[in-house]
C-alpha cells in the first residue's frame, strides 16, 4: 500500500513511517514541521513539507503517490495549551482534519486510519473505559479530536470510505532498536519531564495536583508503548484492506499508574534522584483514565508486547540519553 502518513516527521507518525517500511508499504510524509523534524524522516521515504488545511498541496500529493490509505496523525495535542488557545486547536485539529477529508474524498482515498485520543472520554470512574462510553471531553484537545471522529464517521457514511479510529491513551517508550523515539524540545509528557530530571536537563519537576480521589492522591493515566500502539495501527490498516468495517478502538493496556508511580520508577531505571515537588492541580486534567481494551483485542487481534512500565521508561531513556549527548555535540 501507498500510505500517505501525515505528521510522519513527529513522534508516533514517526514510528508508523518505520513499521510501513517494515512491512513492505510505502509510506509519504505529509508534514508541516511545527512540532516534527526533517531528520527524523528515514532516506528514501517521500516528505512533503506542507500543511494539512492545503487542499490544493493535499490533493496534488494523494494524486501524485497514488495513495491508498490515509494515517492521520498530524496535531498539535498539550492539553493545558488548548485550554488557552482552543481555537488554533479547532483550526489545526478540526477544520484542517475537514480539509484533508475533503481532499480524500476528492482523490477517491478509500482507507482512513485516524489518531484520536482518550481525552474525548473526560472524567472516568475508577473502572476501564469502553468505546461505547458516553464522550465530555474536559479539554479543547479533547473536543477537537471528539468533532474530528464525528466528522470522518459522516463522511465515511457518505463516501466510499472505511476508517479506523484509535483512541491512544498516553503513549511513551521509543523504538526497542532506537531508530526513533519522541525529540520534541520543551515536550509537557510526564514520563519526558521525569526522565529529563533525573538526566540533570531540568533541577526538578512538578506533580500537578496531589488532592486528587486515587489512592496516593495522583492522576491515574493507562501508559501505552508506542511500539504497541504502532501495531495496532498497522493491524486496522490490514482490517481495512481485507474489506473490513469501521472501527473505533481504544488502545491502552487496561491498568493505570499513578503520577507518583511513574515518577519512582523512573527513579528506579534511571537509578537518579528526581525532584518531585507538589504544585497546584492542571486544567483539563481527568483524575483516572484507563482503557477498556476488549475490543482491539478481539476485533483486531492486538496482543501488547511490551506491557511493563519499567521498559517503557528505559526505552526512554535510552532514546532521551542518545538525544541529549547529540544534542551537547552540535
Ligand atoms: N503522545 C500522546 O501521548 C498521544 C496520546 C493520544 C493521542 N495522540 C495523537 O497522536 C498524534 C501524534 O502525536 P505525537 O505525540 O506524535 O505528536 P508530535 O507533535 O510529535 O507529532 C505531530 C506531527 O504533526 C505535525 N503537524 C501538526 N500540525 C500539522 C498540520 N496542520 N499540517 C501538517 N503537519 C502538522 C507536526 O509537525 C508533527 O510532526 C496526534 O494526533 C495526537 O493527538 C498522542
Ligand atoms: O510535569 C508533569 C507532567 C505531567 N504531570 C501529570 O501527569 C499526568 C499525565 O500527563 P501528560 O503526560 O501531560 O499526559 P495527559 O495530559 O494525560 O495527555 C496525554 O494523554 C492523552 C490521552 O490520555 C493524550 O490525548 C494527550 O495527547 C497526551 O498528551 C497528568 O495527570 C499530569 O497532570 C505532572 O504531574 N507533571
Known sequence: MNV??????????????????DAGHKPIVFDNLSTGFRWSVPEGVPL????????????????????DAIAHFAAKLVVPES????????????????????AAVAAGVKKFVFSSTAAVYGNTS????????????????????????????DVAAAHDMRYVILRYFNVAGSDPAMRHGQSTANATHLIKVAIQTALGMR???????????????TCIRDYIHVTDLIAAHMRALNHLDQGGESLVVNCGYGHGYS?????????????????????????GDPVTIVADSTRIRS??????RHDDLASIVDHSLRWESMLRERNLKL
Open 83 to 102: 485550554v488557552t488557545d482552543p481555537l488554533g486547536y479547532y483550526l489545526n485539529n478540526t477544520v484542517k482534519s475537514r480539509s484533508l477529508m475533503a
Open 48 to 67: 512533503v513539507v506542507g500543511d494539512i488545511g492545503d487542499f490544493e498541496l493535499v490533493l496534488r500529493t494523494l494524486q501524485t503517490y497514488q495513495i
Open 299 to 304: 476485533r483486531l487481534g492486538w496482543q501488547p
Open 126 to 153: 475508577d473502572k476501564p473505559i469502553g468505546e461505547d462510553a458516553p464522550l465530555a471531553p474536559l479539554s479543547p484537545y479533547g473536543s477537537s479530536k471528539q468533532l474530528t471522529e464525528v466528522m470522518l464517521r
Open 4 to 21: 500517505l502518513v501525515t505528521g510522519g516527521a513527529g513522534y508516533i507518525g514517526g514510528h508508523m513511517v518505520l513499521a510501513l517500511l
Open 203 to 217: 533541577s526538578h519537576m512538578e506533580i500537578f495536583g496531589s488532592d486528587y480521589p486515587t489512592p496516593d492522591g
Open 259 to 283: 503520577v507518583s508511580d511513574v515518577i519512582e520508577t523512573v527513579r528506579k531505571v534511571s537509578g537518579k534522584p528526581v525532584e518531585a515537588r507538589f504544585g497546584p492541580r492542571r486544567a
